[in-house]
Nanobody, 125 residues
């Protein structure tokens, strides 16, 4: 079982930055593909970004490409999402997720077995 705990959300203005963190339990964090998703009120959960086990590969949703950066520190069992130039449409609950198989980078919710509780990001205009 893997436990994921997100932090770093908050209320910011358009154009500001935030850095989300996701701390994972367990000794096999380095073998997981890690992902970030978000869910706005009344909408389905959507893919934001994912990072491979060794940080060698990343993927981003088109809506955040060039503004968000995903990274991880396997020594600290933590994955990060640096969010710059935030827009009101980025407002959502942000979730980190873990795929213990760690073979591929994926955008599908169903690929990820473990989820955090989410952290709220609100961007005012």
């Amino acid at each position: 079982q893997v436990q994921l705990v997100e932090s770093g959300g908050g209320l910011v203005q358009a154009g500001d930055s935030l850095r989300l963190s996701c701390a994972a339990s367990g000794r096999t964090f380095s073998t997981y593909t890690m992902g970030w998703f978000r869910q706005a009120p009344g909408k389905e959960r959507e893919f934001v970004s994912t990072i491979s086990r060794s940080s060698g590969r990343t993927l981003y949703a088109d809506s955040v490409k060039g503004r968000f950066t995903v990274s991880r520190d396997n020594d600290k069992n933590t994955v990060y999402l640096q969010m710059n130039s935030l827009k009101p449409e980025d407002t959502a609950v942000y979730y980190c997720a873990a795929d213990p198989r760690g073979y591929v980078l994926g955008r599908a919710v169903r690929q990820y077995d473990y989820w955090g509780q989410g952290t709220q990001v609100t961007v005012s205009s």
